[in-house]
């Protein structure tokens, strides 16, 4: 079986230039999916060497990659929504994690975003959210409540 390459990618902050040898990594390592980790976007959203939001969401929506994967950081509170609709526009979606394990073939990608360090309501079962042991991992949270076959 081959691996699943996944590229990983936190703190871009939408600067142009991270956002420009990203798409060089992707197209040099060709990653089944691109994971946003954390600050892919800033709360500010402007200054020098910024991409505005559009032009982020233009450059994300060309990285040749089937997927993308999102993890909200702590600069991301006000612009998601927005940048996600514009990735829509451009016929590209974007997997959000919020306390949820995403599968790319058998790797699975688990995204707990950030709230300013008040992320402990993830420890406790809800209706929504089940413990589960999965692979190892000293706890997942998922909506299925199953891991991979």
């Known amino acids: 079986m081959s691996a699943t390459r996944i590229l990983t990618v936190a703190d871009v902050h939408q600067h142009r230039a991270l956002l420009m040898e990203l798409a060089g990594a992707v197209e040099c390592v060709r990653p089944?999916?691109?994971?946003?980790v954390g600050d892919l976007l800033d709360s500010n959203g402007s200054g020098p060497g910024m991409a505005g939001?559009?032009?982020?969401?233009?450059?994300?929506?060309?990285?040749?990659?089937?997927?993308?994967?999102?993890?909200?950081?702590?600069?991301?509170?006000?612009n998601r929504p927005a940048f996600a609709w514009l990735l829509r526009g451009k016929g590209r979606n974007i997997v959000t994690l919020h306390?949820?394990?995403?599968?790319?073939?058998?790797?699975?990608?688990?995204?707990?975003?950030?709230?300013?360090g008040y992320e402990v309501h993830f420890l406790k079962p809800t209706k929504r959210w089940q413990r589960i042991r999965w692979r190892g991992c000293r706890m997942c949270w998922t909506n299925t409540g199953r891991p991979p076959a």
């Not at 032009?55 to 509170?77: D, S, Y």
């Not at 306390?99 to 300013?116: D, I, N, R, S, W």
Request: aromatic share 8%.
């Open 32 to 36: 089944a999916a691109v994971a946003f």
């Open 53 to 78: 939001l559009e032009e982020c969401a233009e450059l994300v929506a060309n990285l040749q990659t089937p997927e993308l994967i999102f993890v909200r950081g702590n600069h991301e509170e006000d």
């Open 99 to 116: 306390g949820e394990c995403h599968h790319v073939g058998a790797t699975g990608v688990l995204g707990f975003p950030c709230f300013e």
